[in-house]
């Protein structure tokens, strides 16, 4: 069995992009799933399956759910642009593999939290906390590019 320091030595932040893609389509199958449970989801019209629509169909609590995993999704949209140009960069700069790994792993796990309290927490503390996660997870990107470009900058 690999130990933790094999596996952080292996490059494997790449995987990284397809997981996040994943995570950024949980939310949607959420919502989808429960309103085709509870509504029926129309797939002529897929769009329309908006919370805004379902109004009075519903309980309102389900619907501020449904706007909650809908926005979960659509901020994990936002965000992979930057993690994938992120990922790829910090690879084509030769950045270290075990610190590429810890900043992929740490970005995964910044982003399932942001998930969990965007969805689950429904309260303004709560809210904050969303943000400190959002902003948190926001720097590790960040962070691998502008060390990337002065590693490709100083070539």
Known sequence: MPTLNTILNTP???Y?????YIMTFYPHTMKFLS???LVGFNNTLPRSNNPKNLTGKVPAKTLV???R???AHQNGNEANPLWMAA???GNFAGLETRWLNIMAASYLASRLGYNFTY???NNVANGWLRTVLFFSGLSIPLRILFKAAGVVANK
Not at 16 to 20: A, D, G, R
């Open 12 to 14: 494997l932040s790449l």
């Open 16 to 20: 990284s992009i397809p997981v996040m």
């Open 35 to 37: 309103i085709d449970k």
């Open 65 to 67: 759910h449904w706007q």
């Open 69 to 71: 995993l809908e926005g």
């Open 87 to 89: 990922v790829l960069a």
């Open 119 to 121: 969805i689950y927490f």
